[in-house]
């Protein structure tokens, strides 16, 4: 069975551009998590998605962070515009239901020069 | 505030001895612990874990202990092996919400 699947895994580009990060959830798992991982905060929750519908976002740190859930198989979380602060490694974990254990992608690797 | 500490930041051990990994909360309604390892440029991956009416789990060479008084959690590694060399994060939740409280991480390293 494929695990959860991320791309890009590595992201670099220049402050203003947009930047669009891409989950592959487990097939029958139908809770979705945005993370991100930095140094000085360590790992932080950013979206929880649960049946493809926002139910938490609170940890979007602001309007530039949109993220999507179009259908089961899919989610996308995107930045307009990045800037040099949005550096970290973002994780796309998925689990069976919101409680369950969550699996973790190999997470995407972004740069904002 | 950090509800969940793992106060040391690394911890070097000599293959074949015991590995202990501690973890300190500070929110009582904590019900439900899981450990996780990671290894460079992968995610995270679920370990073991402890609902608070139990005071240990164990499966195979991991054993997770849990201290409520003390709000206190500890991760046995036992023998320690080289492929034992990770980060290691604690987590926390209240056993009906989906939400992790994560540590910053221990990186072990298992010395030949």
């Known amino acids: 069975d494929a695990g959860v699947i991320q791309s890009p895994r590595h992201e670099v580009t220049e402050m203003g551009q947009e930047v669009t990060l891409r989950c592959k959830p487990i097939?029958?798992?139908?809770?979705l998590f945005w993370y991100r991982q930095t140094m000085m905060r360590g790992l932080e929750l950013l979206i929880y998605?649960?049946?493809?519908?926002?139910?938490?976002d609170s940890g979007m740190p602001e309007d530039r962070f949109s993220a999507k859930m179009p259908n089961a198989s899919f989610s996308t979380l995107k930045i307009q515009p990045s800037e040099p602060r949005d550096s970290a490694v973002y994780f796309c974990?998925?689990?069976?239901?919101?409680?369950?254990?969550?699996?973790f992608g190999p997470g995407t690797r972004l740069t904002v020069l | 505030d950090q509800q969940v500490k793992q106060n040391s930041p690394s911890l070097s051990v000599q293959e074949g001895r015991i590995s202990i990994l501690n973890c300190d909360y500070t929110?009582?309604?904590?019900?439900?612990f899981l450990w996780y390892k990671k290894y460079p440029a992968e995610g995270p991956t679920f370990l073991i874990s402890?609902?608070?009416i139990k005071d240990k789990n164990e499966d195979g060479r991991f054993t997770v202990f849990l201290n409520k008084s003390a709000k206190h959690l500890s991760l046995h590694i036992v023998p320690s092996q080289p492929g034992d060399s990770a980060v290691y994060f604690c987590?926390?939740?209240?056993?009906?919400?989906?939400?992790?409280?994560w540590g910053a991480g221990t990186k072990l390293i298992i010395k030949p």
């Open positions: 974990a998925t689990s069976r239901g919101g409680t369950d254990t969550q699996y």
């Open positions: 097939s029958g798992h139908n809770s």
């Open positions: 998605f649960n049946n493809n519908v926002p139910i938490d």
């Open positions: 929110n009582s309604m904590f019900d439900y």
């Open positions: 402890i609902s608070s």
């Open positions: 987590a926390a939740s209240y056993y009906s919400n989906y939400q992790l409280i």
